[in-house]
């Protein structure tokens, strides 16, 4: 078990699970922030008590080995694109924190998977088109 405070969450508990757990957190924000005549609103007991526990299961996530090594894999990432980059350094942390934590598979649940899904085939068919090109020249 991975402990913060008195909160646990199970062993097997890792990324996918807190990606899921964000997004029902996030469903609750919604509904939370909704005026009532959207479905909006106060959150039930029953889903207020949801929500505390997703919130201690993610909290206690994040202060895990996994947890902060994908924060820190977050930090690296949006780093690399500023002005300054990354270090030779941070560029060997960040690829050996990616060997240990590799990127999570696309949520097949998420509303923009299948928006990824396309990006990804019309990217591969560019650079198929691309490539034929330079070997017929």
């Not at 909704?34 to 993610?58: F, I, K, M, N």
């Not at 994040?62 to 780093?79: D, M, N, Q, T, Y």
């Not at 350094?89 to 649940?109: C, F, G, I, Q, W």
């Not at 299948?114 to 070997?135: C, D, N």
């Amino acid at each position: 078990m991975t402990k913060r405070g008195t909160f646990s969450c199970p062993a097997n508990y890792g990324s996918k699970e807190a990606r899921k757990d964000k997004h029902r957190l996030h469903h609750f924000y919604c509904k939370r922030i909704s005026l009532p005549s959207c479905g909006g609103g106060a959150l039930s007991e029953t889903e207020d008590a949801e929500e505390a526990q997703l919130t201690a299961r993610v909290a206690a996530f994040e202060e895990s080995p996994e947890g902060r090594a994908r924060s820190r894999i977050f930090v690296l990432k949006l780093k690399s694109f500023s002005s300054s980059g990354l270090s030779d350094a941070e560029t060997e942390e960040l690829e050996s924190l990616r060997k240990v934590y590799p990127d999570l598979p696309p949520d097949p649940n998420d509303p923009m998977y299948e928006a990824f899904q396309a990006y990804g085939r019309a990217a591969a068919e560019q650079r198929e088109k691309v490539e034929s090109r330079r070997a017929h020249r």
